[in-house]
């Protein structure tokens, strides 16, 4: 709120006036703003941690051998490289975010992806961040194929992937 005083023409004080405004709409964007900023965070911390755990593991192993096998490395390199484009990936989808809350619409990649083979790529790539998780698709059938935007199921598949790992920490299987 905010006042003030009412004057006459010689100066002297004849009233006040206040204005009162409801900030309730601006309060719920502010908290919308927080929750948008702590799942951004959640989704970019992912990509993160699988490239400082492929790192990581990369590390012990030539620790522990002075040298690791060519093909371990490559693999691991694959992973870091694909991880930062998901990390871009990400990126993007924050983008859209923004732009849906500015009232424009966004559009999907849809285009024919194999659900099944979306689902191998993305535990292929968290199961060379971790040592103590065996992480498997188990599917049939064998390949399910369907007109998905394959970036934003892939983020799906690796937030749920993450938190299994995350939530079970002394490892094991992962279906």
Same mark, same amino acid.
Not at 29 to 47: G, I, M, Q, T, V
Not at 151 to 161: A, P, S, T, Y
């Given at each position: 709120?905010?006042?003030? %005083?009412? &004057?006459?023409?010689?100066? +002297?004080? *004849?009233?006040?006036?206040?204005?009162?405004? $409801?900030?309730?709409?601006?309060? !719920?964007?502010?908290?919308?703003?927080?929750?948008?900023?702590?799942?951004?965070?959640?989704?970019?911390?992912?990509?993160?941690?699988?490239?400082?755990?492929?790192?990581?593991?990369?590390?012990?192993?030539?620790?522990?051998?002075?040298?690791?096998?060519?093909?371990?490395?490559? %693999?691991? &390199?694959?992973?870091?490289? +694909?991880? *930062?484009?998901?990390?871009?990936?990400?990126? $993007?989808?924050?983008?859209?975010? !923004?732009?849906?809350?500015?009232?424009?619409?966004?559009?999907?990649?849809?285009?024919?992806?194999?659900?099944?083979?979306?689902?191998?790529?993305?535990?292929?790539?968290?199961?060379?961040?971790?040592?103590?998780?065996?992480?498997?698709?188990?599917?049939?059938?064998?390949?399910?194929?369907?007109?998905?935007?394959?970036?934003?199921?892939?983020?799906?598949?690796?937030?749920?992937?993450?938190?299994?790992?995350?939530?079970?920490?002394?490892?094991?299987?992962?279906?």
């Amino acid at each position: 709120s905010s006042s003030g %005083a009412l &004057l006459d023409p010689s100066g +002297a004080a *004849v009233g006040a006036v206040t204005v009162f405004q $409801d900030i309730s709409a601006i309060k !719920a964007l502010d908290r919308e703003k927080d929750e948008f900023l702590a799942s951004a965070s959640h989704d970019l911390r992912n990509p993160l941690g699988i490239i400082k755990g492929t790192a990581q593991m990369l590390s012990r192993r030539l620790t522990r051998n002075s040298s690791i096998e060519p093909e371990r490395l490559s %693999a691991g &390199l694959k992973t870091i490289d +694909a991880t *930062v484009t998901q990390m871009v990936a990400l990126i $993007d989808q924050l983008l859209d975010v !923004a732009r849906l809350r500015m009232g424009q619409d966004i559009m999907l990649d849809c285009r024919p992806t194999d659900l099944v083979a979306l689902a191998r790529e993305t535990v292929e790539l968290m199961q060379a961040a971790t040592e103590r998780h065996i992480l498997r698709v188990e599917s049939e059938p064998n390949q399910v194929v369907g007109d998905w935007d394959a970036d934003r199921l892939r983020r799906v598949l690796n937030n749920l992937l993450s938190n299994a790992v995350k939530y079970s920490p002394g490892g094991g299987d992962v279906l």
